[in-house]
């Protein structure tokens, strides 16, 4: 069960952020809206709330999943893989130590987005990708192993993190899309597999029993409340247009 949650309002500047959607750019006032729908569907979830304040030196600023890890015995302050977003990291370094006595960070030349690593229990899932690479990874499982948990990579192809076709959502049921819904290291779990029409609905969060997803893919959705979890959808359009989607948007531990 998680017990905090952390998030980022948008800054004004996310209508520049990297994007490789071709969808155009995000209406702000829009994705401020939102967001806040976000925010409450989270309080719909029996879990205390950080709301850190817009940083507009830093257009996806908002993604706060992508430059800290939150385990259950340390924080981990990530390296991004984006040079443009380097410098989240130590504006989350001290809001992680409110919460952590063990917060730990990677190093040069190592790059890590924590959108590329998966929690599953005390294991983690880490996607070598565009921005994570080998010795970010190999960081990150040394980091794992020091405070008894453990990690594994998973080589991309296609997609950006791990996530995007990726959500465990706990009792052994796994989303994916894509490439994921073959993969050997994942025939383990429940697999339910999503349509190439619904990818993008693969990037879900379970948060106590609820499952937060984008809204307009029925057919997940329906998948999901047929395990038995009250689905909650919320908007998440404007995050789209920048390469965004449910998880990015939070922490949760």
């Not at 994007?19 to 925010?39: F, R, T, V």
């Not at 970010?136 to 997609?159: C, D, F, P, T, Y």
Request: hydrophobic content about 40%; overall charge negative.
């Amino acid at each position: 069960m998680f017990k905090h949650i952390i998030a980022r309002t948008p800054c004004r500047g996310l209508v520049n952020g990297i994007s490789s959607s071709n969808l155009g750019k995000p209406d702000y006032a829009k994705a401020l809206e939102q967001h806040n729908a976000y925010i409450r569907a989270l309080q719909t979830c029996g879990v205390d709330i950080t709301i850190l304040p817009p940083a507009e030196d830093f257009p996806d600023s908002v993604f706060v999943e992508d430059p800290a890890l939150c385990t259950p015995h340390c924080a981990i302050v990530t390296r991004p893989g984006a040079d443009s977003r380097r410098g989240e990291a130590s504006l989350m370094e001290p809001v992680l130590r409110r919460f952590y006595q063990q917060v730990e960070s990677i190093q040069a030349p190592g790059t890590l987005d924590a959108g590329d690593v998966m929690m599953v229990g005390s294991h983690f899932y880490i996607g070598e990708s565009a921005r994570t690479n080998a010795e970010g990874a190999r960081q990150l499982i040394a980091i794992l192993e020091k405070h008894g948990m453990s990690g594994s990579v998973v080589r991309l192809e296609k997609v950006l993190h791990l996530k995007t076709g990726l959500a465990y959502l706990e009792n052994n049921n796994l989303l994916a899309a894509g490439e994921f819904i073959t993969k050997p290291e994942f025939q383990k779990f429940n697999i339910i597999a999503i349509p190439e029409e619904e990818s993008y609905a693969a990037n879900c969060i379970w948060v106590n029993g609820k499952v937060i997803m984008p809204s307009g893919y029925p057919h997940t959705r329906d998948r999901i409340a047929a395990l038995g979890y009250t689905v909650i959808e919320v908007d998440t359009s404007e995050y789209r247009k920048v390469d965004g989607g449910v998880s990015c948007m939070s922490l949760r531990f």
